[in-house]
């Protein structure tokens, strides 16, 4: 059995007062059982100012976590805070482990993916892991397609579901989008906790819904990387023009909030969102689409998100059995929103789970998330425009 005791600040100014704040909400000397491990997530100005570095030298556990604009809990919510929650256990083990600084480009992503792999295993000894949470930093940064960091950790624990997000910083240049661990902030690294015991984790996730779709599937009939170059033989800025998504060329952009649904031979299905053009007609998209991958576009409205957030809540409820719940949300979401609704999603996530849900919700600069297949084997992709959830 899991227990999960969460902590909240929005001292930003004051360090000792926001590590004192922590320090007493989690009241580590009569709350800990025989293990534990802490996930932080904060507004990158706590790693800054040393909060968070001292908050890791006063615990007695490893702390990884992310960076991110938006955090919530049960009676607590800020977009400039920074939130603990202590998972602990005294029949389950977990394991940590971060990466070497990873190359802008990635010649070394996979090298370094294995090493920190390697040294997970070699800690959990004869134990394999029941599951894994990964974290990254916003891979774009880095200039390398964040599913190529997932596959990497999927080759050295082949099958074992893994849950997750990356960073994002609201910084112009996406700078301080940092992944956390014990006390430190990288731009250019990432990790993952090993769990390892008797646990059953259920893992839900939603994008749009199937009203939201529009017209007939359509192929990748090209792509690099995490640029999708054709679809039906047309470049992708052509087909979205003859299916009327945007007017003319040079407006690919404005699709960030139409996210396409990709299905892949595996029978999984993922989201993407438009992030950007290259400049010949292909579109940067926030993750692999492989040639010969099914795709259709959507069209959303605030209603939309309001019913998707009541939809997900729903879900949770009905297999809600006490457990510990992890929510992610994509950024594209909560730009989607707007300055004045930008609560609303996870209000009605909140406001649904009432005070039974035991919770923490972060948005996200990309969503790690396990896709159980009909084979009854798990792969793990990276999502965009969705929320994902874990219980454990």
């Known amino acids: 059995m899991i227990k999960m005791f969460s902590a909240f600040t929005e001292e930003i100014d004051d360090v000792d007062a926001a590590v004192a704040e922590i320090l007493n909400q989690v009241n580590a000397d009569k709350s800990l059982m025989k293990n534990s491990i802490g996930i932080l997530h904060c507004y990158h100005e706590y790693v800054d100012n040393g909060v968070f570095k001292a908050i890791s030298e006063k615990l007695p556990f490893d702390i990884i976590g992310i960076a991110i604009p938006y955090i919530r809990m049960p009676g607590r919510a800020g977009f400039m805070g920074c939130m603990l929650n202590v998972l602990t256990s005294d029949d389950v083990t977990f394991v940590s482990g971060a990466t070497d600084i990873i190359d802008v480009g990635g010649a070394n992503l996979t090298q370094v993916t294995e090493k920190m792999c390697k040294e997970v295993s070699a800690k959990l000894g004869d134990k394999k892991p029941s599951m894994l949470i990964a974290y990254g930093p916003f891979v774009h940064m880095l200039r390398i397609n964040g599913d190529d960091y997932v596959n990497s950790i999927n080759a050295c624990f082949p099958g074992v579901p893994t849950f997750g997000s990356l960073a ?42 199937p009203e939201n779709i529009l017209g007939e599937l359509a192929t990748v009939t090209k792509s690099t990387g995490n640029i999708v170059n054709e679809i039906n033989g047309m470049s992708f800025e052509d087909y979205v023009i003859s299916i009327d998504l945007i007017e003319e060329k040079g407006e690919l952009m404005n699709l960030y909030s139409t996210p396409i649904v990709a299905k892949l031979d595996d029978g999984s299905t993922i989201i993407r969102a438009c992030i950007g053009d290259d400049g010949q007609g292909g579109a940067i998209v926030g993750g692999h689409v492989p040639v010969g991958a099914k795709v259709s576009f959507t069209m959303l409205e605030l209603s939309d998100i309001k019913a998707i957030s009541e939809k997900i809540a729903k879900e949770t409820l009905e297999v809600f059995d006490g457990r510990c719940v992890m929510i992610y949300s994509c950024l594209a979401r909560l730009e989607f929103l707007g300055l004045n609704q930008r609560e609303v999603e996870a209000n009605i996530i909140c406001n649904t789970f009432g005070e039974q849900v035991n919770f923490f919700m972060s948005y996200s600069g990309g969503e790690i ?24």
């Open 369 to 392: 998330f396990p896709h159980k297949l009909p084979s009854g084997k798990y792969t793990n992709n990276l999502q965009n425009f969705s929320i994902a959830v874990c219980m454990l």
């Open 168 to 209: 994002f910083s609201e910084v112009a240049d996406y700078s301080k989008s940092y992944f956390l661990y014990n006390g430190e902030g990288f731009e250019k690294a990432a990790g993952v906790i090993a769990i390892s015991g008797n646990i059953n984790p259920s893992f839900l996730t939603v994008s749009v819904l």
